[in-house]
């Protein structure tokens, strides 16, 4: 079983940086290809990057690439997401998710039906 808890999110002025981080329990976490989604109120919940295994290849939404970055830290079992110059849409419902590969694939996921783990969410508000 695996689970995963969320922190990092909070109110943030327009332009400004959050770090959100996703703890992970298990013993296998490097062999986890990791993600992380949003969704807003009335919107459907949709990836914002994601990121394989071994963390050399990774994905984003076309709407935060430049200004998020996604990474992992397998010592520490833990994922980040790195959120600069933060923008009025991008107040969501940050969620984590984790997929175990079983080192199989080396590749980053990027639907919800891929992942089988889901933290439970942290609020991120940018007012505008």
């Known amino acids: 079983q695996v689970q995963l808890v969320e922190s990092g999110g909070g109110l943030v002025q327009a332009g400004g940086s959050l770090r959100l981080s996703c703890a992970a329990s298990g013993r296998t976490f490097s062999s986890y290809a990791m993600g992380w989604f949003r969704q807003a109120p009335g919107k459907e919940r949709g990836v914002v990057a994601a990121?394989?295994?071994?963390?050399?290849?990774?994905y984003y939404a076309d709407s935060v690439k430049g200004r998020f970055t996604i990474s992992r830290d397998n010592a520490k079992n833990t994922v980040y997401l790195q959120m600069n110059s933060l923008k009025p849409e991008d107040t969501a419902v940050y969620y984590c998710?984790?997929?175990?590969?079983?080192?199989?694939?080396?590749?980053?996921?990027?639907?919800?039906?891929?992942?089988?783990?889901w933290g439970q969410g942290t609020q991120v508000t940018v007012p505008s």
């Open positions: 990121i394989s295994w071994s963390g050399g290849i990774t």
């Open positions: 998710a984790a997929r175990d590969t079983g080192y199989s694939s080396n590749y980053y996921y990027t639907r919800l039906s891929d992942y089988g783990y």
